[in-house]
């Protein structure tokens, strides 16, 4: 096609006087009728690579969106432009439908924008057919192959809805693929010798970082340090309880926020959605769920609460990042301890054979004379464990089929599907998505698998994993790191990135006294008697840190008494410091270099050759940010408990009972203050712990009370003196 033609196009319906990189080049594939595949990323202008030549082709270009949100939001801004388009999506009426396909196949619409889940139904085959499709483009790919990050089992009809269509011209785009993802891609699509496009990953305004961290308090800290610096991002947490924990903790501190989970209804999402996109509100704390379609330009953070579970996603959500150029930090919360909560997905998502079995066993023995069964998720999981429990397999994992795990149970439904066994269908009666046998002469026991399908899937999940915890263990530049995970090599570091900081800057602390590098000395031992010894000098690291931590403080834990831990003289040699403490000392002692963590799929904490001089006595010259020392009488009265960052406690905080009235005399100042101050957030002037603290150790001058954490010269010079003035005058 004449190039002046798509130029002038370019610039009378998207104002655009010039492609960005390779936007020319792949909308000249498009238009030149070559199946094309586009990796480009988030904020990159894939959409533009479609709609442009669906201005330019005859008939009709149908787009595959995997959000009704989504696609309202694309059919908006095109209507916006004079560009006709609409979508089709469950929400309308048939006579609402029906007035679209009428618009496509007269001409008045250009694009219509459609659900995966449409190619259910086969009037809806038979009504595209109907169309003259020029071309079907495919947005948010990765979705269709079980290796990405986001498979969603209705992607994968593409393919055949493709063949059934004659097979117009298809484009598939994506912001975040490895190569095995693009394989998968073009295979389950089908796509003839297509032409793929892979532009850079690499976001330049970025700051990729990752924070070490030892607990919850700590974890919320940094969040308030982020929120208060960056003002305008997003916090995402792995889960909808933990996104709930910490928009109950933000509000205690008086932060405005809103919160995003897959669990709230569609009214309160789209509200909440709409209220952050609309600028009404600049913080979000969310799953997931809150991803594509989240298209606010000036993002400048976004902080993983929780390390997430694949490099793509990392990379996708920390790249809703400044989308308007500027410069934006992106933070990992690193606490090793949170992979669990990965880990435990993983086995969601992929079921074994005998749970898939059982789940079949179960839909069957409980489903009507048409072989349907009505029954929710979570209440076909209850009878899988029942079965489990009865047959008391060998072969079933506990963790995979013991237990009632709906998403194991959704898992194991899209596998049956995928393979024939079963079909998911829309119950208006029940109102709920109910699963029909295709074949009720098959029994639970016949059912077969491909050779290593079930295995080669899990192990591809927990190499994701694993990728990700080797990212963030990494000690390279973060970006290149990622461009090379991606297949983009990259030889020049950032500069922006924690990794790249750290280059020519002095060692974190100071030096320590000889009672603290006795401490340091206890911590390198009792790596050492943990390690297997090699030589004189040498040790092989087998456990990680976890496990050194509970030795250190003497833990009755079974898995360290039944290992022969408590019998070594390094055994609670610690105790009376805490976990807590040792935690904070050996992440320290890490960034050190006296302490080397592997890069493994378990990484295993072991000794630097520094740690050895160190740990020999041979120097005493040590270096770093050594923690506070803990004191038993102010750790039992004010650090948050597990049950003090649950509801019902005020601000997410426990304090004793003799300093309560103290306290909430305090809290009550506070909130004067901050009224009189325009409403300022309460952690500004003082947290909830510092006044705990301020409660229990009633301070008589501003020296003393500057010896409690937090109480800084900034908020003591602005507010201390009114507190000091209210504990001195306070009468129980």
């Given at each position: ?53 669906a201005?330019?082709m ?26 006709p ?47 003259r499709?020029s ?34 011209t ?19 699509l ?35 340090e ?19 924990r ?12 809103i919160?995003?989970h ?70 990992v ?50 009878r ?100 090379n ?12 990135c924690?990794?790249?900081r ?12 000889s ?29 990680g ?38 935690s ?52 039992k ?23 309560k ?26 947290a ?45």
């Amino acid at each position: 096609m004449d190039e002046a033609k798509i130029l002038e196009t370019l610039r009378e319906k998207f104002s655009h006087k010039s492609f960005r990189r390779p936007q020319g080049d792949i909308v000249s594939s498009i238009l030149s009728g070559r199946d094309t595949l586009a990796i480009m990323p988030t904020g990159g202008g894939k959409s533009l690579c479609y709609q442009l030549p669906a201005m330019l082709m005859e008939g009709v270009t149908i787009v595959v969106s995997p959000l009704i949100a989504l696609m309202k939001d694309q059919v908006d801004a095109l209507s916006a432009r004079g560009i006709p388009a609409a979508s089709i999506n469950s929400a309308q009426s048939g006579a609402q439908r029906r007035k679209i396909f009428g618009d496509l196949e007269c001409g008045k619409l250009k694009l219509a924008y459609v659900s995966p889940e449409r190619f259910r139904s086969k009037s809806f085959h038979k009504a595209l057919r109907n169309l003259r499709i020029s071309l079907f483009a495919v947005d948010e790919a990765h979705c269709i192959s079980q290796w990405g990050h986001d498979f969603r089992p209705d992607y994968t009809r593409l393919g055949e809805a493709l063949e059934y269509l004659g097979r117009p011209t298809c484009a598939a785009f994506t912001a975040t693929a490895t190569p095995d993802v693009r394989g998968d891609i073009s295979e389950q699509l089908m796509l003839r010798d297509p032409a793929v496009f892979v532009s850079g990953f690499a976001r330049p305004n970025l700051s990729f970082n990752i924070r070490k961290v030892s607990s919850l308090p700590e974890k919320f800290s940094r969040v308030c340090e982020l929120i208060d610096k960056y003002k305008t991002g997003i916090v995402y947490c792995a889960t909808r309880k933990s996104v709930e924990r910490l928009s109950q903790m933000l509000w205690s501190e008086g932060i405005r926020h809103i919160q995003y989970h897959g669990a709230m209804a569609p009214s309160e999402r789209d509200a909440a959605q709409n209220s952050f996109i609309g600028k009404s509100e600049n913080l979000a704390v969310a799953t997931n769920a809150f991803g594509m379609g989240i298209d606010r330009p000036d993002i400048r953070f976004v902080c993983h609460y929780e390390i997430p579970g694949s490099v793509e996603a990392l990379y996708q959500e920390s790249g809703r990042a400044g989308r308007d150029g500027g410069d934006s930090y992106c933070e990992v919360l690193l606490m090793y301890s949170d992979k669990r909560v990965q880990e435990f997905f993983i086995e969601g998502a992929n079921p074994d054979a005998g749970f898939i079995r059982n789940t079949y066993r179960a839909l069957r023995e409980n489903s009507d004379e048409a072989n349907e069964c009505l029954l929710s998720a979570e209440a076909i999981a209850e009878r899988v464990a029942a079965l489990n429990r009865a047959s008391n397999s060998a072969g079933i994992r506990k963790t995979g089929a013991g237990r009632a795990n709906p998403m194991a149970v959704s898992s194991a439904l899209s596998i049956l599907r995928s393979l024939g066994y079963v079909e998911r269908f829309d119950s208006p009666a029940s109102r709920c998505r109910g699963t029909r046998i295709l074949n009720p002469d098959a029994g639970w026991r016949d059912i077969s698998f491909p050779p290593g399908l079930l295995e080669e899937k899990r192990r591809r999940d927990e190499s994701k994993l694993r990728d990700v915890l080797r990212y963030a263990y990494s000690e390279e530049c973060r970006q290149k790191w990622i461009l090379n995970y991606f297949g983009e090599p990259c030889e020049n570091p950032c500069g922006k990135c924690d990794s790249c900081r750290k280059d020519g800057e002095p060692a974190p602390g100071r030096l320590l006294n000889s009672e603290e590098v006795t401490e340091v000395r206890k911590v390198l031992s009792c790596v050492a008697r943990m390690s297997e010894r090699l030589g004189s000098r040498a040790w092989a690291p087998r456990f990680g840190r976890e496990k050194i931590i509970k030795c250190l403080i003497g833990s009755k834990d079974e898995k360290i008494l039944s290992s022969g831990f408590s019998r070594l003289s390094t055994y609670g040699i610690l105790k009376e410091r805490g976990a807590k403490f040792c935690s904070k000392l050996f992440t320290a002692m890490v960034g050190a270099k006296l302490i080397e963590i592997s890069d493994g799929q378990y990484p295993l904490a072991g000794l630097t050759d520094f740690g050895v001089s160190v740990m020999l006595g041979e120097r005493s010259d040590v270096k770093l940010d050594y923690p506070q020392v803990p004191s038993k009488k102010i750790r039992k009265r004010s650090t948050p408990t597990k049950k003090a960052l649950g509801p019902g406690k005020k601000g997410g905080f426990c304090v004793a009972s003799p300093d309560k009235p103290l306290y909430e005399a305090l809290v009550k100042l506070r909130s004067e203050i901050c009224a009189s101050a325009g409403g300022i957030p309460a952690y500004k002037v003082f947290a909830n712990q510092t006044l705990g603290e301020m409660a229990e150790k009633r301070p008589s001058s501003t020296r003393e009370a500057m010896s409690i954490k937090g109480v800084g010269k900034t908020n003591a010079k602005k507010y201390l003196a009114r507190f000091l003035d209210l504990i001195e005058n306070f009468a129980d």
